[in-house]
C-alpha cells in the first residue's frame, strides 16, 4: 500500500520561510506527477504547485506564484516545497498526492490517488 508522508511543517513567523517534504514507501515518486495541496480550518482544499512526471514542469497556483518552489530529489525519493515570504493566509495543513497522469497545469484535487496524513504550516504575524 503506497504510503505518502509530509514533514516539515512548523510555526514561523510573518516573511520567513519553510521547506516541506514529501517521501513514499513502495513508490518511485519520479514516476509520478505529484501535487501540493493546502488545507485551512473551515475552507475548502486548494491546490498550491504540482511537479510532472514527464519533464518535471511545475504549476503554482497565482497565490503562491514567486514564492514557493517545487522540486524533486530522486535520491531520496522526495518532492520539496520551498515557502518564501510566508503570509498569514499561508496558514493551513499541506499535503502532498499522487497523480497518475501529466496534467498541464494544477489538476483538481479529486484527480489525485493517494495522500499523505499532511503536515500544519502555521505562519505568525
Known amino acids: 500500500q503506497v504510503q505518502l508522508v509530509e514533514s516539515g511543517g512548523a510555526l514561523v513567523q510573518s516573511g520567513g520561510s519553510l521547506t516541506l517534504s514529501c517521501t513514499a514507501s513502495a513508490l518511485p515518486l519520479a514516476d509520478y506527477t505529484i501535487g501540493w495541496f493546502r488545507q485551512a480550518p473551515g475552507k475548502e482544499r486548494e491546490g498550491v504547485s504540482c511537479i510532472s512526471s514527464r519533464d518535471n514542469s511545475t504549476y503554482y497556483a497565482d497565490f503562491v506564484k514567486g514564492r514557493f518552489t517545487t522540486s524533486r530529489d530522486n535520491a531520496k525519493n522526495t518532492v520539496h516545497l520551498q515557502m518564501n515570504s510566508l503570509k498569514v493566509e499561508d496558514t493551513a495543513v499541506y499535503y502532498c498526492?499522487?497523480?497518475?497522469?501529466?496534467?498541464?497545469?494544477?489538476?483538481?484535487?479529486?484527480?489525485?490517488?493517494?495522500w499523505g496524513q499532511g503536515t500544519q504550516v502555521t505562519v505568525s504575524s
Open positions: 498526492a499522487v497523480h497518475t497522469g501529466v496534467p498541464a497545469g494544477l489538476p483538481h484535487w479529486r484527480e489525485y490517488s493517494a
